[in-house]
């Protein structure tokens, strides 16, 4: 960082200081003769390793699809007595939201994404959220499979006002968009919205957070950024901080949000990125922090299957120790 010198690390470049600051900790955790997830608790002072729970991203608009919605990611959260089962849950479901949009959109709705969630012809948030519990109740796991958004509402902001769709038929102005949260998590009980407002909007955050009570999950609002977690926090803007170490550049950085989050009695959910590798770094990263929350994308592509795979290795070493 020092040899950098920048503010956003532009001399040497937040990816080339990335690989060196988690290649330092997988050496330091070799060197020390533990696993990578027991050394990253050891940096934050965490004893209490716990699986995370899953956020698979399995329908996606915005930047991330081609359909006509805005809003980026809808989300599946499934609550079992173990990741194993959480996973197995979620392929499930999965498998069954394939069948149910082949049948009903036909076969280029089962395209898979950066992400591995299915992009259908779809003009609303309503559509999406009723096929997922459509797909809840066809699977029986209404109770144990929750909903959840990921708006990315900066992406559809323009000049004062939100646009539901990308064809710019539907627009809303923040208080507009305010209330059609609100009706939107109440009908659909969604227990996570993140990103619902532009990412200068604080105010807007705390409003939806004080009216609905449910997690309001901060990342183009924070950016894994201390200075602009603080300023969240001090506004009362979210309650969840969405974690990613490129976001910051290094791990240390990345720490020390997370700590600052969690010092506030903010969550913290680590997240993948829409371009990802097979390095599986974020899945120890989890179980480190005992954060209890991951987001890796859909049960689908090698390097999504990367870091759930590596969380079921944790989970079986967890049970022998």
Known sequence: INLDGTENKSKLGANAILGVSLATARAGASVSGMELWQYLGQLTGNK?????????????????????????????????????????????????????????????????????????????????????????????????????????????????????????????????????????????????????????????????????????VADDLTVTNVKRLREAIRQKSGNCLLLKVNQIGTLTEALEAAKLAKQNNWKVMVSHRSGETNDSFIADLAVGLGCGMIKAGAPCRGERLAKYNRLREIEEKLKVR
């Open 48 to 216: 209490k390793f716990v699986l995370p729970t899953p956020f698979f991203n399995v329908i996606n608009g915005g930047k991330h699809a081609g359909n006509n919605l805005s809003f980026q990611e809808f989300m599946i959260a499934p609550s079992g007595k173990s990741f194993a089962e959480q996973l197995r849950m979620g392929g499930e479901f999965y498998q069954m939201l394939k069948l149910h949009l082949g049948g009903k959109y036909g076969k280029t709705a089962i395209n898979v994404g950066d992400e591995g969630g299915f992009a259908p012809a779809i003009n609303s948030a309503e559509e999406a959220l009723n096929i997922l519990e459509h797909v809840q109740k066809e699977t029986g796991y209404r109770e144990k499979i929750k909903l959840a958004m990921d708006c990315a509402a900066s992406d559809f902001y323009e000049k004062g006002v939100y646009y539901l769709t990308k064809d710019k038929k539907k627009k809303l102005a923040k208080e507009e968009l305010l209330e059609y949260y609100s009706d939107l998590i109440k009908r659909y009980k969604l227990i996570s919205v993140e990103d619902p407002f532009q990412e200068e909007d604080f105010d807007s955050y705390a409003q939806l957070l004080k009216k609905s009570k449910i997690q309001i």
